[in-house]
């Protein structure tokens, strides 16, 4: 199983960015998938979950602004950011289970 993060970039605050998250192999469909995210110089924190059934988790500081889905078919997760802060500069990894992406930069500026 590889998971592939992409979508990360330069946005103004206020701005917004979605993430993608493509997944190779069989198991996307039936287990849950997590966005973290690490900013500079601080731990890796989580940021959201979908559920296998799409029941959806967000860490308080991003609810109301972030949507988490994602595409069976395409085997693909997404992290819709809006409202971006510059709190949110951080590299954000995509997760299933014991599998992790390499991660995709959102830089936030003021």
């Known amino acids: 199983v590889q998971l592939q993060a992409s979508g990360g970039g330069l946005v103004q605050a206020g701005g917004s960015l979605t993430l993608s998250c493509a997944v190779s192999?069989?198991?996307?469909?039936?287990?849950?998938m997590n966005w973290y995210r690490q900013a500079p110089g601080k731990q890796r924190e989580y940021v959201a979950t979908?559920?296998?059934?799409?029941?959806?988790d967000y860490i308080n500081s991003v609810k109301g602004r972030f949507t988490i889905y994602k595409d069976n078919r395409k085997k693909t997760m997404y992290l819709q950011m809006n409202n971006l802060k510059p709190e949110d500069t951080a590299v954000y990894y995509c997760?299933?289970?014991?599998?992790w992406g390499h991660g995709t930069l959102v830089t936030v500026s003021s």
């Open positions: 997760r299933q289970d014991e599998y």
């Open positions: 979908i559920t296998n059934n799409g029941a959806t």
């Open positions: 192999g069989s198991i996307f469909r039936f287990n849950a």
